[in-house]
């Protein structure tokens, strides 16, 4: 074979295998970038996912972290825990309370004084006596009493280490509006200072104007005048029997303005005002920045406070049993002490 024939056969040979090669290239970059290998290259290690299955993950994992929690709800519903503590749990920035059957959220103020007490030093004993266990905090055992405890025995209520007692010295009615002092706040307050057991004292208000409201601190001061009175001078607010009660019309600073009037009044006397109330006052009634200045008492039967604003004395049940008193009687414990 001749060499023209030679090199012509080898450049066929070359065009040959230089148009598969071509070929090669213009398939194997179509398939790089259709399927988006060029990724791969650039993110090695790196997982790839369409938008549609983006999606689909999320949903599953919405689902499943859902279903998670509906089984922890469920457990703990199980295992006793009530529905206020899984609220109370899964909402922390608000103070939750009820009211015939809803629930009500309050966004919590944190420009208020807080609650630092820790739920985890109360300590409850067999007799149902709540203590707190922290030596920083001072705290005392005190019981609160009215007519209702009848004949009471202060030896053996002070024997029974009660340090001090808020009397009931009187009360509005809900619908007359008149004023009336309780039957045994005399004999109550004698009888707890001869046996050495502090005493402070509470007034059940419906007062309706700032004028109602001094005109009961005028009252409660008459009443103590007698009386050598360490513990604070309480008003009482809470919900009536009655849906005719005087103070349901009030709006809630129209309510704050008799409170504040009674404790300015009180305080001007020489004594050491102070707010009894509950959740649904304290959360959805008053007007808690104008309250800053005074000491709260705070009404909530259970095992712990819930409350995340600061407190001064907790009345954590209703049916305490003492020796000296026939019957059940309100239980405290204060985290200060007045004297």
């Known amino acids: 074979m001749n060499s023209r024939k030679q090199t012509k056969m080898l450049l066929q040979i070359i065009i040959i295998l230089a148009s598969v090669l071509i070929i090669l290239i213009l398939v194997g970059s179509f398939m790089f970038f259709r399927f988006n290998m060029w990724k791969a290259w650039t993110n090695r290690g790196t997982r790839f996912y369409t938008p549609a299955q983006i999606t689909s993950i999320k949903e599953t994992a919405r689902q499943n972290g859902e279903d998670a929690k509906v089984d922890e709800i469920k457990q703990r519903l199980e295992g006793g825990t009530g529905i206020n503590a899984i609220l109370r749990q899964f909402y922390p920035d608000d103070y939750i309370y009820t009211v015939d059957g ?175 109330s509950n959740s649904r006052y304290f959360a959805g009634r008053l007007e808690m920045e104008r309250l800053e200045d005074y000491d709260k008492w705070y009404a909530m039967y259970a095992d712990t406070p819930y409350i995340p604003y600061e407190i001064a004395m907790w009345q954590y049940t209703s049916s305490g049993s003492i020796d000296g008193i026939n019957g059940n009687v309100d239980m405290n414990i204060s985290f200060k002490s007045w004297k």
């Open 102 to 276: 809803r629930y009500y959220f309050s966004p919590i103020n944190k420009n208020l004084k807080l609650n630092n007490l820790d739920n985890q030093k109360f300590v409850k004993d067999d007799n149902g006596e709540i203590t707190y266990n922290d030596s920083s905090i001072t705290t005392l055992k005190g019981i609160d009493v009215s007519q209702y405890q009848g004949n009471i025995d202060f030896s053996k209520v002070k024997n029974s280490g009660v340090e001090y007692a808020i009397i009931r010295c009187g009360y509005r009615g809900y619908e007359s509006g008149t004023l009336t002092q309780d039957t045994k706040f005399d004999t109550n307050a004698r009888n707890a200072l001869a046996n050495d057991v502090s005493i402070g004292a509470y007034f059940y208000t419906q007062a309706l104007t700032k004028e109602e409201a001094e005109e009961e601190a005028d009252f409660v001061i008459n009443c103590l005048k007698p009386y050598h009175v360490d513990y604070p001078v309480c008003l009482d607010v809470e919900t009536a029997p009655e849906d005719t009660a005087r103070q349901n019309s009030l709006s809630n600073s129209e309510l704050t303005d008799v409170v504040v009037a009674f404790c300015e009044r009180i305080k001007a006397a020489g004594y050491t005002p102070m707010i009894y």
